[in-house]
């Protein structure tokens, strides 16, 4: 069975870019998480989608940030414009419903992104 | 505010020599401690869930235990393989419309032959 995968692996932009990261969860995973790292710091909740729709979104920095799930599949997170404090690791999670609260989270290997 | 706080930062053990990890944690109402392995250029691997205060889970040479306050994570005959960084993690009642889940910045384990 086919684990969470991102996509690209790795982007280096500019300072006023835009970047699309995109994560496809386990097949049949309801919940789709994003969590980011930023250097030296702890993993940071963003937001949770049940199938389609925000669950959550109060983690998201600002509204230079924009999340999507088309379908209830694959998300993408968007950044327009990019800034130097965006830079860090940008992991996708997901799970079944029915798991929610033992926790158990399958996480990609994440999207690493440097702002210049 | 919920607050996860690992410690050491780092640990260097050699082969066959236990120890144990420490999660303090604040949480307004504690709706499970997660306990999670991140390899280096991975993604975290999930090990653990506990509870309640007295719980305790065993997985190979690792074992988790939790108190009110804390949590530790203790390894057993450690191997070269069981270097990681291992990461804690709560869910609170604050969160209770979400799974959002609060992590401590994790203590990296190296494990000498």
């Known amino acids: 069975e086919a684990g969470v995968t991102q996509f690209p692996s790795h982007s280096v932009i500019e300072k006023g870019q835009t970047v699309t990261l995109r994560c496809d969860p386990i097949?049949?995973?309801?919940?789709l998480y994003w969590y980011r790292r930023v250097m030296g710091k702890e993993i940071k909740f963003l937001l949770h989608?049940?199938?389609?729709?925000?669950?959550?979104e109060s983690g998201m920095p600002n509204n230079r940030f924009l999340a999507e799930r088309t379908g209830g599949t694959y998300s993408t997170l968007k950044v327009q414009p990019a800034e130097l404090e965006d830079s860090g690791v940008y992991f996708c999670?997901?799970?079944?419903?029915?798991?929610?609260?033992?926790?158990?989270?399958?996480f990609g290997e994440g999207s690493r992104l440097t702002v210049l | 505010e919920d607050q996860v706080t690992q410690s050491p930062e780092a640990l260097r053990l050699q082969e066959g020599e236990s120890s144990s990890l420490n999660c303090s944690y604040t949480?307004?109402?504690?709706?499970?401690l997660f306990w999670y392995r991140q390899d280096p250029g991975k993604g975290p691997e999930f090990l653990f869930t506990?509870?309640?205060a007295g719980e305790e889970k065993e997985k190979e040479r690792l074992k988790a235990t939790l108190t009110k306050k804390e949590s530790f994570l203790h390894i057993t005959a450690p191997k070269p393989e069981d270097s990681a960084t291992y990461l804690c993690?709560?869910?609170?009642?604050?969160?209770?419309?979400?799974?959002?889940?609060?992590f401590g910045t994790g203590t990296r384990l190296q494990v000498f032959p």
């Open positions: 999670a997901s799970s079944q419903l029915a798991k929610t609260r033992e926790g158990e989270l399958f």
């Open positions: 097949s049949g995973h309801d919940n």
């Open positions: 989608f049940v199938k389609e729709s925000k669950q959550d």
């Open positions: 949480v307004s109402g504690l709706r499970g």
């Open positions: 506990l509870y309640s």
């Open positions: 993690a709560v869910r609170g009642v604050r969160s209770y419309n979400t799974d959002k889940l609060i």
